[in-house]
């Protein structure tokens, strides 16, 4: 698009004064997503009256690129035909998530219907990918790609790449199969067009396959696109047969829905697909209300454990005006080494026998990371705050090991999270800290009555 133009301001005037084929002309020159991203600032009146205006290739291809909510505005807008219509035009995986959207928001009977005059070769992919689990490999695939046999001829290939590339996902990349749909290799199409008409597509394809199962997890199948830098990735079932493939396009989609989900769950909140003005005022407290309650009642026990030492806070006042500075000191400590820690799990750059390797690590790095605050914090407190020596002695003792602690907690619990099934980051930042808040206080609170003798 020229930068230099508005085409908002330009769509919604050609609009207002019905110059419609200008407006398609227009159009027919911008990138889909570019319209979808207009589309999304207009009016629901506006956005829906445009999009009745664009050729069904062109408005299925600006559907897919709209936003969850303009979607399913635009469906409910339309005739049960219409609808049915986009449905059609849609790939495969990008009909499928409608129509899962669509049951949560709309009546049953009314999606029944919409599905019920798509063809039926569009019915049977979208029920094929709903079958599977969701967060599969297998939920998130598409079934349009270009399928070729092993005794066909590259000039064969490049006539049927003619016939169905325009209906595919992807033709960069053809996947050979046998009489029983079993994956046997790939080729891809910049080999064809230089290789000689004649040549046997099974004698020049490439062998050595690289697939994904259907049941495959999403986060394991984004991780298998890194490795390899793909752009597209075949999906196989149980029997080797081939049934689908996923773009780098969904990849995408999947590494941002993950990390949003990773920080969402280490900042304590209960992860949601909506965008932020998306999501409503009560759904957003019901997401973030439950850890709240958690960590507060978790909480508690520090005050438990102030209250036991109330005769150490008797005899020493100034020990009080500590305890912020050590518990937030433990806190981000622990932090710090969470973060890593489920960082690398997400990578698969860890794994969980490689736990003692990780603490001894992390012990050495809160050695050095304590002894450093300790010392800073040990000048400080004898040039400014003019402590006794023995008081400024306890502080920094206790620095360094909470700040041990901390990271050796930061360390184990995400792992061994992930161990027995959770995920490693429930186990971040809000978790570790009211644990290490608890102990840093013990730790605090006995050392100083061990230190200066004072009876509890």
């Not at 710090?336 to 960082?343: C, D, E, L």
């Amino acid at each position: 698009m020229d930068e230099n133009i508005n085409y908002k301001e330009l769509l919604l005037e050609m609009l207002e004064k019905k110059e419609y084929t200008k407006l398609r002309q227009t159009a027919a020159e911008m990138q889909t997503a570019d319209i979808a991203a207009i589309m999304d600032e207009m009016e629901d009146e506006d956005s829906l009256k445009m999009f009745r205006l664009f050729p069904k290739d062109m408005a299925a291809d600006v559907f897919a690129d709209l936003e969850p909510d303009d979607q399913q505005y635009i469906i409910q807008s339309l005739s049960h035909k219409e609808a049915s219509t986009i449905i059609d035009n849609l790939m495969s995986d990008d009909a499928a998530d409608l129509l899962e959207d669509m049951l949560e928001e709309m009546p049953a009977n009314v999606v029944k219907k919409i599905l019920a005059n798509a063809r039926p070769d569009t019915r049977a992919d979208i029920n094929l990918l709903l079958q599977y689990p969701e967060d599969s490999a297998g939920s998130i695939m598409t079934v349009e790609y270009v399928d070729l046999r092993e005794n066909m001829t590259v000039a064969d290939a490049i006539e049927r790449i003619r016939k169905v590339g325009l209906d595919s996902e992807t033709v960069n990349t053809c996947y050979v199969l046998d009489e029983q749909r079993v994956l046997v290799g790939t080729v891809a199409l910049r080999y064809l067009v230089i290789l000689d008409p004649d040549d046997i597509i099974g004698e020049v394809m490439n062998d050595n396959i690289i697939s994904v199962n259907t049941l495959t997890d999403q986060e394991e199948t984004a991780r298998a696109f890194q490795k390899y830098d793909f752009t597209a990735m075949p999906v196989v079932d149980k029997e080797n047969r081939m049934v689908g493939i996923i773009t780098i396009d969904d990849v995408v989609d999947i590494l941002e829905e993950e990390a949003t989900e990773d920080i969402e769950k280490m900042a304590a909140i209960l992860p949601t697909d909506k965008p932020y003005f998306k999501t409503g005022v009560v759904e957003t407290y019901k997401k973030r209300m439950p850890w709240l309650l958690f960590l507060m009642i978790s909480a508690t026990f520090t005050g438990a454990i102030i209250t036991s030492y109330e005769a150490a806070l008797a005899h020493y006042v100034i020990l009080t005006a500590y305890i912020p500075m050590l518990m937030d000191t433990g806190g981000n400590a622990g932090s710090q080494a969470s973060v890593s820690i489920i960082r690398g799990l997400s990578l698969n750059e860890i794994e969980f026998k490689e736990l003692p390797i990780a603490l001894w690590k992390e012990i050495r790095v809160a050695f050095l990371c304590g002894l450093t605050l300790a010392c800073t914090n040990f000048v400080k407190l004898m040039v400014l705050d003019k402590l006794p020596l023995l008081i400024a002695l306890i502080i920094c003792l206790t620095l360094v090991i909470t700040v041990t602690f901390a990271k050796m907690m930061g360390c184990v619990l995400p792992m061994v999270a992930q161990r027995i099934g959770f995920d490693p980051a429930v186990m971040a930042s809000p978790l570790i800290t009211t644990i290490v808040d608890a102990v840093s206080l013990t730790i605090y609170f006995t050392i100083a009555t061990r230190v200066l003798h004072i009876v509890v």
